[in-house]
DNA sequence: TCAATTAAATTACAGTTGTAAACGAAAAGG
DNA sequence: CCTTTTCGTTTACAACTGTAATTTAATTGA
C-alpha cells in the first residue's frame, strides 16, 4: 500500500470545500462556491482555488456537464473523518489518549445510538485492557517515562 | 479572552519536540536533540530549529543555567491533547463525530480505568442524549442535510 | 592566552497553504 | 457575428513549515 494517504495531504480550508461537497453528494462550481462562501468569508476565487487543488489531489471528480464541471467526492467521508482521528490519537502520547477521549466526550453531542454503540465497544474492551498504558514518549534506553 | 489559542499553532514536527520536553519536564538543548533525533532522522540543526520557535511561540520556557539554557513546557500536556482532539472532531460533520469516536477507540489501547471512566460518562450522557444528530454542514437555507 | 568546542541566534531555501487576481476559452445574449 | 458573461486554468504572493547551514558569542581545554 502506498504509504501516501491522501486524507493528510487535505488542508483545513480545503476540508471545509469537501464538507459541503460530501453533503451535497454533488455539486457544480457555483453552487459550491455559493455554499461555502456563505460559511466562510472566501472571495470565489478563493474557493475555486481549493477546487481545484482537491481535484489535482484525488479528492474530487469531474465530470463534463455541458459547459461546466459536476464534482463528486472520490474518499469517503466517514473513512476520512476516522483516519483524520485516529491520526490525532496516534500523535499524542499514549498515556493522554484515555483523558482527551474523555474531554472530547464530554463536548461532543452525540446521538444514543451512538453513546450505546460506544458503551458496547467499551465494554468489550475492557476484560482484555491493560491495567497502565505506558508512555510512548521516548525512544528505547530513556525510559524516564513519565 | 484571546482567540489566538497556542495549541493551534504548533506545528507536527514542533509536537515532536514538546512531547519529549513534556515527558522530561525539563531539558537543556543537548538532551532534546539527542532524544528527538533518535526518534526522527533530525540534524541537531532542525531540532535546534524547532525549540527556537516553540520558544517564540511561548510554548516552552527558558532557564538560563550557566552557559545554556533548560527548556521547560508553558504549556500542560493533557490540556494540550484534550483541546487538539476536541478541535480535530469541531472541524468534521456532526453526523460523523460518533463513528468516528468508534473507529478511534477499536484502534486505540486504553487502560481499564479510562474505559471505565468513560463508560460512567456515557451512561450520564445517555438518558439526555438526543435521538440523532444532525448534519452541520451546510448554512442555513440549505437544508438538503445529509 | 589562543585555539577548539559549544550553544544560541541568524539566515537560507524550497514546498505548502491561504487568499486572490488575471487570463483564456467557451457560451449566451443581442 | 460581436460583446458580455461564465467557468476553469494560470499566475501571484506573503506567511508558515520542514529542513538545515552559517555565524556569533561564550566556554573550555591546552
Known amino acids: 500500500m502506498p504509504t501516501t494517504d491522501i486524507t493528510e495531504t487535505i488542508t483545513n480550508a480545503e476540508w471545509c470545500v469537501m464538507r459541503v461537497v460530501w453533503t451535497l453528494e454533488k455539486a457544480d462550481s457555483h453552487t459550491i462556491i455559493d455554499v461555502v462562501g456563505q460559511q466562510h468569508d472566501w472571495k470565489a476565487a478563493t474557493i475555486k482555488t481549493l477546487i481545484g487543488r482537491l481535484v489535482k489531489k484525488g479528492a474530487l471528480a469531474t465530470t463534463k456537464s455541458g459547459r461546466q464541471f459536476i464534482y463528486t467526492p472520490l474518499i469517503a467521508e466517514q473513512t476520512a473523518m476516522d483516519n483524520a482521528l485516529t491520526d490525532q490519537l496516534d500523535q499524542m ?13 464530554d463536548q461532543t453531542e452525540l446521538s444514543q445510538a451512538d453513546i450505546q454503540e460506544l458503551i458496547d465497544h467499551l465494554q468489550a474492551k475492557l476484560p482484555t485492557a491493560p491495567a497502565t498504558v505506558a508512555c510512548d514518549c521516548l525512544p528505547e534506553g530513556y525510559e524516564g517515562s513519565c
Chains 1, 2 share one sequence.
Open 93 to 105: 502520547c499514549a498515556m493522554c489518549r484515555g483523558q482527551a477521549f474523555v474531554h472530547a466526550l
